[in-house]
């Protein structure tokens, strides 16, 4: 492939990029600007690479890609609401109290949820912000590329309850990157949220 053909790739798949600051020792900004001179990039760019294949490596390690193993089980979920791949799509589950994932493999998360279980709707940098329970009725959206569930009693908690408090409560480091994770736990969570009303 072409040079020209792979910047108008790049160019296409550009995101908007919003600032972060971090510190970092000298001895890796060394490094980075070091390799950044290597490779003929600026330091923002040989960072933002640096980044992106981080986190590819974690999400290997963490196993983001695999669907929920069905679990009999297990009646209590956290669904991450995946804010950072868009508000709307967060804002529309909060609004139409509903549980929804999209694209394989994740999508497929959704159908795990049964009848009567309970669903605590996670927002990034927030925390449990909603909770309902499964219909055990899988729908699909966007030619199949949306599977969602209505929840039934549902409520939009006031203060959401944060990644802290509830990992304190559960006495575990709970998994938060995942689209949606089983937890066994799950009615000391809803206990919590049912007393502060």
């Not at 009848?115 to 219909?135: C, E, H, M, P």
């Not at 899988?138 to 929840?151: R, W, Y």
């Not at 309850?161 to 809803?190: H, V």
Request: charged content about 30%; proline content about 3%.
């Amino acid at each position: 492939m072409s040079e020209l053909t792979n910047l108008i790739k790049e160019s296409r798949m550009a995101q908007e990029l919003i600032p972060a600051t971090v510190r970092i020792p000298e001895e890796l900004s060394l490094f980075i600007e070091d390799l950044s001179d290597q490779l003929s990039l600026t330091k923002q760019e040989t960072m933002l690479h640096l980044l992106k294949e981080g986190i590819a490596v974690a999400k290997v390690a963490l196993n983001l890609d695999e669907v929920v193993a069905e679990d009999e089980t297990c009646s209590f979920y956290l669904l991450n609401t995946n804010r950072r791949f868009g508000e709307d799509a967060h804002k529309k589950m909060l609004i139409d109290g509903t549980a929804a994932a999209f694209c394989n493999p994740w999508k497929h998360n959704i159908n795990r949820i049964k009848s009567k279980d309970v669903v605590f709707l996670y927002s990034n940098g927030q925390g449990i912000v909603a909770v309902g329970r499964g219909t055990g009725e899988t729908l699909v959206a966007d030619e199949d590329e949306c599977h969602f569930q209505k929840l039934t009693d549902f409520q939009r908690l006031e203060k959401p309850l944060t990644a802290k408090e509830f990992r304190k409560i559960l006495n575990c480091n709970f998994p938060l990157l995942r689209t949606m994770s089983p937890m066994k736990d799950g009615q000391k969570i809803l206990d919590v949220i049912q007393n502060r009303k």
